[in-house]
Every structure is written in structure tokens, then in C-alpha cells.
């Protein structure tokens, strides 16, 4: 009997998650273009340098269309981010202005922002940024790397692709980006561009990335490539700032749960051992 309810649980189990997996895995039609994340695996960690160059690419290239209202400036000075010094983040959130107030006259009032402030928006609501965009909605960025899967396939092979490689979304979002290029027939769509990544293959927005399309601080060649990389990195930790923290607690747990394996086992043989057997 109650084999058979395990039995049915499991299989409910097996069928909720695939019925998951193929909504997912339908949102995706292409398989994206496989990158060696530093931050990938059950040690990887995030690259500082490419998060602050990734950054720059997001502030430089995508925050002219996609707001990031989830973010903070000072989250970019925090520990397992891009970790800019408190003199850069200050000195980065002064470059933008947001309203404040009402002051003691009553009035709003403009003011440079402050590392407290949420990232300032391109545009002040959706029906300005869709005017802007020829109809179509340049979505937050703030969650993107986490609501896309850069993998299709089925269910055996994805899941195993995403213990080792996560779900793939800045790999998707890397692929977008490099992706550009002329419709197989020689197709043109009105205010659509071609894209060998994008579900449906025309997107609305422009290609955005263009050769030495920043200046890197650090010396890094800005290519095309480089800079898909970066963003897509930085937009990861955006998506899950706190993915540093979460991979070293769960190693300090499983350190734990051995620890305490062992010691059962020694508590279970010097117990038993007084028992005639
Ligand atoms: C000129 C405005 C503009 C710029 C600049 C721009 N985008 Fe977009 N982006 C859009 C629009 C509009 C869409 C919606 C496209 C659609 O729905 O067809 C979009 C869509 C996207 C998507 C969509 C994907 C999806 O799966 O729904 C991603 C990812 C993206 N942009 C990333 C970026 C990044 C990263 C940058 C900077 C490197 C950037 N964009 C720069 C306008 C822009």
C-alpha cells in the first residue's frame, strides 16, 4: 500500500516537472551559444572586473532603453557584486537626477541621486518607452538573466546542462546580443530585425552592440563579443546578487552534514559495540 502512494507521488512529482520543463523549454526556440562562466558550477564565482565592465556596458549601451528599476545604486558596491569602491558608487549615482520632495514649500524638487536610490529610469512609464520603440516594450533588465533558459532539449539532458551550466540565461542573452544577422531568404520585416537567438527570430530592438562601443577602464579590448560577455555576467548577478553567499553556505552545509555523518556512525558503533551480537 504504501508503495503504491510513494509509487504515485513520484510519478505526480516527474510529471509536474516536466509539464514545467516544456513551458520553459517552448519559450526558447534556438539552443544559445555555450559560455564558460567564471561563475558557473557549485564553486564558480563572479569576475570582478567583468561585472564592473558589464556594468558599463548596461549604463553606456542598454540604460538608454531598459530601465533596471530594481537595483540600487549602492548594491553595486556590495559584497559578491561589482564591489565599486563607496567613492566610485557616490560618484556614479551623482551622474543622475531624480525627483524628491515635496520640500517646506510644498514643492518637488530635483536632486542628484544617492547611493540609496533605486537605478533612474529611461523613461517614466511603459507607454512612453513603447512611443519610444516603435510600439514594442524594451523590458527591465533587473530579472532578465534568470526569466530566460538558454537550453532546449529534453528533460534528461537539460536538467544536467543546468546543474553544471545553470539555466543558460546570460548565455541567451549573449546569444541575442551577438546574434544579428541577414534573414535566411533575404526577408525584411518593417521595424523588425532579424535574430538567429530571439524565440520567433525578429525582435524589435535595433542591434544594440557596436565595436569599441565603450572604453574599458581596465584595458580590455572592447569587442563585440567582449561586451555581450560582460552585460550578460553583470545582469546575472543582477538577477541573483546574492549567488556568492548562497553557493558558500550550501558548501559549509554539506562540510556539516558529513561531519555529522561520521559522527553518528562512530556514536552507532560504540553503542553497539557492548551489545552481544
Ligand atoms: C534602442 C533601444 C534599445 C537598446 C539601446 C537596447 N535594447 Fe534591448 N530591447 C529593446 C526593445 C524595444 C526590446 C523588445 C524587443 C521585442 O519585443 O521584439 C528589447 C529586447 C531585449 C531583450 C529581450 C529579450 C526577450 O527575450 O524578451 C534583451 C535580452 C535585451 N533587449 C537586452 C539588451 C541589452 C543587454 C542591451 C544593451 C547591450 C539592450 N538590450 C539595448 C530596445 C533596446
Known amino acids: 500500500m504504501m508503495k503504491k502512494i510513494m509509487r504515485t507521488i513520484a510519478a505526480a512529482a516527474i510529471a509536474s516537472m516536466m509539464a514545467g520543463h516544456s513551458a520553459q523549454a517552448a519559450s526558447v526556440g534556438v539552443e544559445a551559444i555555450d559560455i564558460d562562466f567564471s561563475f558557473e558550477g557549485m564553486f564558480g564565482t563572479f569576475d570582478r572586473g567583468q561585472l564592473q565592465r558589464g556594468f558599463l556596458v548596461y549604463k553606456e549601451v542598454c540604460a538608454s532603453c531598459h530601465a533596471m528599476s530594481l537595483l540600487r545604486y549602492r548594491n553595486l558596491g556590495e559584497p559578491g557584486g561589482p564591489e565599486f569602491t563607496p567613492e566610485q558608487v557616490k560618484a556614479i549615482a551623482a551622474q543622475y537626477e531624480v525627483q524628491d520632495g515635496p520640500n517646506a514649500d510644498g514643492e518637488m524638487f530635483d536632486r542628484p541621486a544617492l547611493p540609496r536610490d533605486a ?7 511603459e507607454q512612453a518607452a513603447r512611443a519610444s520603440n516603435g510600439g514594442a516594450y524594451p523590458l527591465d533588465l533587473s530579472l532578465i538573466a534568470k526569466a530566460r533558459q538558454g537550453w532546449t532539449g529534453n528533460l534528461a539532458t537539460a536538467y544536467t546542462t543546468a546543474l553544471w551550466k545553470g539555466t543558460g540565461g546570460p548565455e541567451y542573452i549573449y546569444s541575442v546580443l551577438v546574434g544579428y544577422a541577414d534573414a535566411p531568404n533575404g526577408e525584411e520585416r518593417e521595424g523588425l530585425h532579424y535574430n538567429k537567438y530571439f524565440p520567433g527570430h525578429w525582435i524589435a530592438m535595433p542591434s544594440p552592440m557596436t565595436e569599441d562601443g565603450v572604453e574599458y577602464g581596465d584595458g580590455t579590448k572592447a569587442t563585440v563579443d567582449q561586451q555581450a560577455r560582460d552585460v550578460a555576467a553583470f545582469l546575472m548577478w543582477a538577477a541573483e546578487p546574492k549567488m556568492e553567499e548562497r553557493k ?29 551480537h
Do not use: A, H, Q
Request: aromatic fraction near 20%; proline fraction near 6%; glycine fraction near 2%.
Open 119 to 125: 537605478f533612474v529610469s529611461p523613461f517614466p512609464n
Open 248 to 276: 558558500s553556505l550550501g558548501f559549509k552545509v554539506l562540510i556539516y552534514l558529513f561531519i555529522l555523518s561520521v559522527l553518528m556512525y562512530l556514536t552507532k558503533k560504540m553503542i553497539w559495540s557492548r551489545v552481544e
